[in-house]
């Protein structure tokens, strides 16, 4: 009999030691793990980092065309940049042009 009390009295003391390593591995696991955890965090930062470059590249575009709207403004009209922008449109040259031919993905703007 003292075997088995023995074994008893073992198996209560390990009982809520096992328990509460195994809900603070838990607990730890969900942390670098999880939905919120730190590997999501850095993916999230990297999404981010993606977005912020392509707002970038976004403003840039715009404010390029700003620009070039600007030029055609009846307050500024800019006759150089609306002449080419007619002449492209319209796909016509004037005889004493040279004209320089870009490829399918080579495209002027």
Do not use: C
Not at 14 to 39: C, E, K, M, N, Q
Not at 59 to 79: F, I, K, P, T, Y
């Amino acid at each position: 009999m003292g075997f088995w009390r023995a074994l008893k009295r073992r198996v209560k003391a390990t009982v809520p030691f096992l328990f509460f390593a195994a809900l603070a591995s838990y607990f730890v696991w969900h942390s670098i793990h999880g939905d919120r955890g730190t590997l999501a965090r850095e993916e999230r930062q990297q999404d981010i980092q993606d977005a912020r470059r392509q707002l970038a590249a976004a403003q840039g575009e715009l404010s390029a065309m700003q620009r070039r709207v600007a030029g055609l403004r009846n307050d500024a009209l800019d006759r150089d940049q609306l002449e080419e922008r007619s002449r492209a449109l319209l796909n016509l040259a004037e005889p004493q042009d040279i004209v320089i031919p870009y490829g399918p993905g080579q495209r002027l703007y």
